[in-house]
């Protein structure tokens, strides 16, 4: 049992950290408003979710204008691919 858990990883423990990661694991990248819907969640609520896994360096964040307003684009990081696919195998275990 103990080697199940070991997998598991506290930065996915959160309903709306494991949303972001799922959306961005079978996308390309997303926006942040493209985020939010999917999520239903507030901007303040979502932006502190998206720091923390940045800060974790499990997601890139793009930067860029259109139109002249900003726009920002995230994307799973190779790293957090990873991770979250542990983690996801790690609760698949833990089921059976």
């Given at each position: ?22 959306a961005?694991?079978?996308n ?69």
């Open positions: 049992m103990k080697e199940l858990l070991k997998d598991l990883n506290k930065a996915f423990e959160n309903r709306i950290r494991l949303g972001i990661m799922s961005l694991v079978v390309d990248y997303l926006d942040f408003n493209a985020l939010k819907n999917l999520l239903g969640v507030t901007d303040g609520n979502l932006a502190s979710h998206l720091k923390s896994l940045e800060k974790s360096e499990y997601i890139r964040v793009q930067k860029e204008f259109l139109d002249r307003k900003p726009n920002t684009k995230y994307s799973a990081s190779d790293e957090g691919k990873l991770a979250f696919i542990k983690h996801i195998k790690a609760i698949e275990q833990l089921l059976k």
